[in-house]
């Protein structure tokens, strides 16, 4: 078919030249004129896709399941440095803690209290087998100790890594968390307060050292919690609250 049987002719085509065969037009039921879009509206001119090349209908151009991210709010970027500074004040106050303290470091009432457990272990074997001593209890107990703040350090730095990303039962589980170093803290000072060996007997560069990190760790979680549940946090953090970092 000519352009002219089809009703358009040469001079009727913006783009200039012959119209294409209807026939690259198809349509249910029929043909459709070349100024017909099966999408509805007008076609375009390959010049006016801005992605060059075919025309697309309008929309198909973008893509169906964008990942933009937004950057966090400076409440979240400030509780996720604070999360990171707890877990280090932590982590190496119980390091120092372990590879210096001695059991003669321990209160009074602590030393009693780990002898009996020791003594009441060997009782319970009647005497067969290797008897545990008092140093290997407090050993081990030690290492565990260390051992445990490795973990939890590790799994405080992951949960700050999932609260920037806005996820928002890491807040929930890091306002558990904070619960361990806050009380720990408030023990500590309540101690110096009280003018009690809270880092124990040994010398007072260690003391001050342990006692330190124990109080950092506690001012930083604590001022964490404060910082993740300011409104603009909380809106970050809410299924409501815009696209979010996925990262």
């Known amino acids: 078919m000519t352009p002219e049987e089809n009703g358009r002719g040469p001079a009727q085509n913006p783009a200039g030249g012959a119209w294409p065969p209807p026939e ?19 076609w375009q ?11 697309q209908p309008p929309g198909q151009d973008q893509d ?12 979240i970027r400030a509780a996720w440095g604070l999360w990171l500074a707890t877990a280090f004040f932590a982590l190496v106050g119980m390091v120092v803690n372990a590879l210096t303290a001695r059991f003669t470091d321990l209160p009074v ?97 260690l003391g001050f050292v342990v006692v330190a990190f124990q109080v950092l760790a506690g001012l930083c979680a604590a001022t964490a919690v404060w910082r993740q549940h300011t409104p603009e946090a909380m809106e970050y953090l809410t299924a409501g609250g815009g696209r979010r970092a996925s990262k």
């Open 109 to 205: 009432a602590t030393q009693d209290a780990l002898r009996n457990a020791v003594e009441d272990a060997n009782s319970a074997t009647g005497g067969e087998g290797q008897q545990i001593s008092v140093d290997l209890a407090f050993g081990l107990a030690t290492g565990l100790g260390a051992v445990l703040a490795v973990l939890v350090a590790a799994v405080t730095v992951w949960l700050a890594y999932r609260l920037r990303a806005g996820k928002g039962w890491a807040r929930l589980i890091l306002t558990i968390v904070a619960v361990f170093p806050i009380v720990d803290a408030i023990a500590v000072i309540i101690g110096v307060v009280g003018g009690a060996e809270v880092a124990g007997g040994r010398d007072d560069v």
């Open 45 to 55: 001119r390959p010049e006016q896709n801005p992605a060059g090349g075919a025309w």
């Open 64 to 75: 169906p399941n964008p990942t933009t991210t937004t950057t966090p709010p400076e409440e």
């Open 24 to 42: 690259r037009y198809p349509a249910e039921g029929g043909r459709q004129r070349p100024d017909q879009n099966p999408t509805g509206g007008a």
